[in-house]
């Protein structure tokens, strides 16, 4: 799911033979997100949230409009993937191109994917510990461990997720 411009970039690296490569402007994603748009705007600017953590005014999802509408539209394309599924898998996975930001390159080895699978039956996250005490990951504390019924002690981030195409569907 790229802007029409970036196409050549992947195609020089990747072969056609097994690589989809879907027209996907930034204009899409806001027609993906409409319903959400203003209010992820109107939090994202907010001194209250900005407040939430020392991180947060400097951070990517602060200072970009496009960045929280992208991160959560990517499981409503992992799901157009798995309805399109070119090449008619069983399981699919959403693996950033920026994956490497935060996790080292030399994760992601054949040997990582050839036994990644047994952990796709169902729907699998990448997450990570985070302590927390005012907020976790850009929420406030108390209420994500209200809404989550214990506390949280771990975050996912869309960098590499994914599952079964019955529970992608089903997820999204």
């Not at 705007?41 to 960045?67: T, V």
């Not at 693996?95 to 699998?124: H, V």
Request: net charge negative; aromatic share 16%; with cysteine.
């Amino acid at each position: 799911f790229l802007p029409e411009e970036l196409h050549e970039f992947v195609f020089e690296r990747r072969s056609k033979k097994n690589t989809v490569v879907r027209k996907f402007e930034l204009e899409d994603i806001k027609k993906l997100y409409e319903p959400f748009w203003n209010n992820t705007q109107n939090i994202r600017k907010s001194e209250k949230w900005q407040g939430l953590a020392g991180w947060l005014k400097d951070s990517p999802q602060c200072a970009l409009e496009w960045y929280n509408p992208i991160v959560m539209s990517k499981y409503s394309l992992l799901h157009a993937a798995a309805c399109g599924n070119e090449f008619n898998t069983d399981h699919l996975i959403w693996l950033d191109a920026g994956i490497t930001m935060t996790c080292n390159e030399g994760f992601f080895t054949k040997e990582f994917f050839d036994n990644l699978i047994p952990y796709l039956d169902t729907n699998l996250f990448l997450s990570y510990p985070y302590e927390a005490e005012k907020e976790i990951h850009g929420f406030e504390y108390a209420a994500m461990n209200r809404l989550a019924g214990e506390s949280v002690k771990y975050v996912c981030r869309g960098g590499l997720f994914g599952g079964h195409k019955e529970y992608i569907m089903q997820g999204n």
